[in-house]
């Protein structure tokens, strides 16, 4: 062997080593000294969670928008599949992985499981979304304490996590997003168990595989922060490999965690291949229609700046105030050892929002930046942990005072002054950056139309035809509160086909007049239209139904966002 090979597996060696991996090639993980107090801890956090976002959502009376109301409905479906539990037909399976041809049916499953046991109600959704809430925290709390963190570095990094305007916000909403971030920290929990033990056994991979593979199939996003953690760790088992190879690490070892790594990721991806094969035409079609409609649109797709939109929205979700707060911290408190405890997580945040990016779409959600907030809040948990270490007393007040500011934080952002109106300092409301919750109750007009409705055909079959594609304002909504109440007298459609960047069109005259009832709002209606002809047929649509068709103003409401909704009626 050469001198220069010699001088490179060196440098390899000694660089494997600062990245503090072990000759087997894991990852070098502390354990828990009380068990019983993690335990203790972990609960009492996911408790706290869950009673408190009980509490925000039996104050607030909001009513599910457009994406929201989808998933509850496909959660429903959830609940039929359960209750006509058939795992030994090839249909059942098939209706499983169809409930939503976008979206993997994990988490509509789960839903499903709580509306099956507790019953169909709103009270019941509410349960789901904050047991979601906590399990996230629980998560993010075993995920700390296995790379190094103490428990105050763990309940920190939860509260953290809990006071980003993005966390508190999907808390709060029915969103998939919320379910998507627990279940991202429950992979890298998952891979970091995998990872502790002395020799990977075959059982174990397996599982591990399964179960990443399940967390994958509740969204799609989970595997864009779970496959850079699962990289990093194939690295370490190659150098290990390479090593083993010159003789300087025991070659079965080394080749056996390669092998089982190998086997981890095959394992995950033979769990969701199947979701993957029974909506396959529908997702080539998909990407078509999305190519060709960019394409139309002259939409910039390029993946820089894709990437750029979402570091521009970091500080957003996150707050600049904790950003802020903890680059400061971790800047001057945390040490090159305690980065390598970090990197699985920090490889997760960062390559997942690098992978985010190559996704082509007309724009970046801010949605899609829960999971990248994890390694944040466990950034900040292990900071403040460094703080309260330190023999300095200012050091630990400073801890002790960012505790307190960021608890102070949540309280207002989450509760003040809505749904509670308690009064803030006008000093701690400019600090807090917002207006009040992201999320507040405001009608929008849902029960208007339907008692309107009731009251003028009592109980006959009619279509109501529903043309803001606004997100408080939509089908699914309708549908939605149509079936809680139990109404199926009233059939809502609609005439905007959406496409990714925008809504198509076409007026007919001859079948316009079918409906017998038609929903519009003025001023901003929804998404825009995909083309100009698109929007010339709608404005002929609109003026047909105000002025030259048989169609009576029935009903009409002020909006929050200062237009009119109206309810136009057949008059034969």
């Not at 309940?155 to 709060?172: M, Q």
């Not at 168990?193 to 989970?222: E, N």
């Not at 971790?330 to 090159?336: G, M, N, T």
Request: overall charge positive; charged content about 15%; hydrophobic content about 45%.
């Amino acid at each position: 062997m050469s001198k220069e090979t010699n001088l490179t597996v060196t440098a390899v060696r000694n660089r494997l080593e600062e990245f503090s991996v072990k000759p087997d090639g894991r990852l070098a993980l502390g354990s828990s000294d009380n068990r019983q107090k993690d335990v203790l801890m972990a609960g009492s956090c996911f408790l706290l969670v869950f009673i408190v976002n009980l509490i925000w959502f039996s104050i607030d009376h909001r009513f599910p928008t457009m994406d929201e109301a989808g998933h509850i409905m496909s959660s429903f479906t959830g609940r039929e599949l359960l209750l006509h539990f058939r795992p030994w037909q090839h249909q059942w399976w098939h209706h499983v992985l169809t409930i939503s041809p976008f979206y993997p049916p994990v988490i509509y499953m789960i839903n499903g499981a709580f509306l099956l046991v507790l019953g169909q109600s709103r009270l019941v959704e509410h349960i789901y979304m904050a047991f979601f809430s906590g399990l996230l925290i629980v998560s993010t709390y075993v995920l700390t304490r296995s790379l190094k963190g103490s428990p105050l570095a763990a309940v920190t990094a939860g509260l953290f996590l809990s006071s980003y305007p993005l966390i508190s916000w999907l808390g709060h909403t029915y969103f998939l997003d919320m379910p998507a971030a627990a279940m991202a920290a429950l992979s890298l929990v998952v891979l970091l168990w995998w990872r502790r033990s002395s020799k990977p056994t075959m059982a174990r991979t397996l599982l591990t595989g399964v179960a990443i593979g399940i967390a994958c199939l509740s969204k799609q996003l989970v595997a864009f922060y779970v496959i850079p953690a699962g990289l990093y760790f194939l690295a370490c088992d190659l150098v290990g490999a390479i090593q083993s190879s010159l003789g300087k690490l025991a070659q079965s070892e080394s080749i056996n965690w390669l092998k089982h790594t190998l086997l981890l990721g095959v394992v995950t991806m033979n769990v969701g291949l199947p979701f993957i094969i029974a909506n396959y035409q529908f997702n080539v079609d998909h990407v078509h229609t999305n190519t060709q409609a960019f394409a139309s649109q002259h939409e910039n797709l390029a993946y820089l700046g894709r990437l750029a939109t979402y570091c521009h929205l970091v500080p957003l979700v996150m707050s600049p105030i904790l950003l802020i707060t903890t680059s400061l911290m971790s800047l001057f408190s945390l040490k090159a050892k305690e980065y390598r405890n970090l990197l699985p997580v920090i490889i997760s945040a960062a390559a997942g929002v690098c992978l985010l990016s190559f996704i082509p779409s007309e724009g970046q959600d801010s949605r899609y930046l829960a999971p990248f907030l994890i390694a944040a809040a466990i950034l900040s948990g292990v900071s403040i942990q460094k703080l309260f270490s330190s023999t300095s007393r200012l050091m630990k007040m400073a801890g002790v005072m960012i505790i307190c500011l960021v608890a102070s934080k949540n309280l207002f952002y989450n509760f003040a002054p809505y749904p509670v109106p308690i009064p803030q300092p006008t000093w701690f409301a400019q600090w807090n950056e917002h207006e009040g919750n992201p999320v507040r109750y405001q009608d929008w007009g849902h029960s208007l139309v339907i008692d309107t409705i009731n009251k003028l055909d009592r109980g006959k079959l009619v279509y109501l035809n529903i043309l803001p594609n606004h997100e408080e304002l939509h089908i699914n909504a309708f549908q939605l509160l149509l079936r809680e109440q139990g109404i199926v007298s009233i059939l809502p459609t609609g005439s905007r086909p959406w496409t990714i960047v925008g809504d198509r069109v076409d007026f007919d005259p001859a079948t316009a007049w079918r409906f017998h009832y038609y929903l519009l709002k003025t001023g901003y209606s929804g998404f825009r239209f995909y083309d100009r002809a698109s929007a010339l047929e709608y404005a002929k649509l609109t003026r047909y139904i105000r002025s030259e068709g048989p169609y009576n103003l029935v009903a009409s409401k002020a909006l929050p966002d200062g237009s009119e909704l109206l309810l136009y009626r057949r008059n034969f």
